[in-house]
């Protein structure tokens, strides 16, 4: 299939314009998505926060748009429309560039000791073996297959619930999170900045790659899991300040939750 230059409306997601970038063949029929000003409170944005198609994408439509990022610098993201915000633009759109100043590691540090002095005691059990010491980012995993081909095996599962593709003016996944203001995570970090900064750690680490993202859900592929129990606990302990109600409304304890991890290609979060 020929490439040709962005089209118009993708070219607007640029701060450059779009300048040299490129896909394959026709896009789906869909639009771009400005940020509401009555939800940022910022007044119109300069530029459009995404696009979205108009109608649900398939898993190789993700994954040839994913192929394509290189040459087109825009992240595919299956969005879960299920419930509000991507048509009616409920995002506050960020600089990806101030992602650098954040680490996973002050991240959860900052977490582990705002939770942990919340806690009465006895709740401290469902943190063991760590209790009240954060025992900071866990080793990064062995790669069991290209990152990219896991992802797009997640892609095709996720497709099958009828989402739209949405694309994103982004260098990686995480950026993307930033970029097009996703706010799923609000009532546990009311910035998405900082836990991009967790995603992109995962990304070097585990070989994650973001696939879908919903009004309070976060779906990643994973090509390099935690293949044993200790190594899945200290990667619990990570997801429990990146995400506590996985833990506290799933299986309850670390140790429970990091049974689900061991081996396991796809890390989904779910914030209340």
């Not at 992602?99 to 590691?105: N, P, Q, R, S, V």
């Not at 209790?131 to 062995?142: E, H, L, N």
């Amino acid at each position: 299939m020929s490439d040709h230059r962005l089209p118009r409306e993708l070219c607007q997601l640029f701060p450059d314009g779009g300048r040299g970038r490129r896909l394959p063949g026709d896009l789906p029929p869909g639009d771009v998505v400005w940020p509401d000003p009555g939800y940022t409170g910022q007044g119109r944005a300069q530029r459009p926060a995404f696009w979205m198609s108009d109608d649900p994408a398939s898993g190789a439509d993700w994954a040839r748009m994913r192929e394509w990022h290189p040459h087109s610098g825009l992240w595919p993201l299956l969005l879960d429309e299920s419930a509000q915000p991507w048509a009616i633009g409920q995002v506050v759109p960020d600089d990806p560039r101030q992602i650098d100043h954040f680490t996973a590691e002050g991240f959860m540090a900052e977490v582990w000791q705002e939770w942990v002095a919340q806690m009465p005691p006895d709740a401290l059990e469902e943190l063991e073996p760590y209790g009240a010491i954060c025992p900071g980012p866990a080793p990064a995993g062995v790669l069991r297959a290209d990152p990219g081909a896991v992802a797009d095996w997640l892609a095709g599962e996720l497709a099958a619930r009828g989402m739209p593709l949405g694309l994103v003016a982004a260098g990686r996944g995480a950026d993307a999170l930033a970029v097009m203001g996703w706010q799923g995570a609000l009532h546990h970090n009311e910035w998405m900045v900082p836990m991009a900064a967790v995603v992109r750690s995962w990304e070097d680490r585990f070989g994650a790659r973001v696939v879908g993202v919903g009004f309070n859900t976060l779906d990643l592929s994973v090509a390099a899991p935690p293949v044993d129990l200790e190594h899945a606990l200290h990667v619990a302990a990570e997801h429990w300040t990146f995400c506590p109600d996985n833990v506290v409304q799933g299986p309850g304890d670390l140790q429970a939750y990091a049974e689900q991890l061991v081996g396991g290609h796809a890390w989904s979060f779910w914030w209340d």
